[in-house]
């Protein structure tokens, strides 16, 4: 390394720049070897003399906690939001068959409620769907009204026949049937009410409120 007087032998002017800032400036000002001043260089600012560098930055760990609390006290009102209703199983549609419908009772035996099986009476006002035969009617279209059969064989509905093989079907406001030879699902809520003749004797005791049917 040359020394100052050697460079100078050579012809050389070293440069001893100091950094600093003038006041109500924003340029440095650059000592040359000759006592001159040069005000026009920009100025660099270390940390310890920027004024900025006086105001702390937000410290990320605390800025973090607070989303975090925030996070935690709002998760009680979503999760509440959130919450979904589980239906009760007396609103859930259940696939039945006459098979579900049968009870203990003697062909043109007199028919008592206390003969009904509990599971028969749980029954009561669900939807349900089963299927079955459209007892033949004059009527084909525009269906209102009808009796759903186990089968297609005339012992299903009337005198001898059993009061669990059939289901007196009413449709809904708006809704109808179309008759046809082959079975068909309807889809409605079970009632369990007693249909008598003019007799006085149970024609069916069995209905439901019919939503669908095909």
């Not at 050579?10 to 800032?21: R, S």
Request: with cysteine; net charge neutral.
């Amino acid at each position: 390394m040359l020394c100052p007087r050697k460079v100078n032998c050579l012809g050389l002017t070293p440069l001893f720049v100091i950094f600093g800032t003038i006041s109500g400036c924003g340029s440095a000002a650059v000592t040359t070897a000759n006592g001159s001043i040069n005000r026009n260089t920009p100025a660099v600012l270390n940390d310890e003399a920027s004024p900025r560098s006086s105001s702390k930055s937000p410290d990320p760990g605390k800025t973090n906690h607070a989303l975090t609390t925030k996070r935690e006290t709002a998760s009680p009102a979503a999760a509440e939001s959130t919450t979904l209703e589980v239906p009760s199983a007396s609103t859930l549609l259940a696939d039945k068959t006459f098979d579900d419908l049968k009870f203990d009772i003697e062909p043109d035996a007199p028919f008592d409620r206390s003969l009904l099986t509990p599971e028969i009476e749980a029954l009561a006002g669900r939807p349900i769907r089963i299927r079955g035969y459209i007892l033949p009617t004059a009527q084909k279209r525009g269906i209102k009204q009808f009796v759903l059969v186990r089968d297609n064989q005339e012992c299903c509905f009337g005198p001898g026949a059993a009061l669990y093989d059939c289901i007196l079907i009413r449709m809904q406001p708006g809704k109808t049937a179309e008759f046809s030879i082959r079975p068909v699902a309807v889809t409605g809520k079970f009632e369990i009410q007693e249909f008598k003749g003019p007799d006085g004797r149970h024609l069916a005791i069995f209905q439901m409120r019919g939503e669908e049917v095909k």
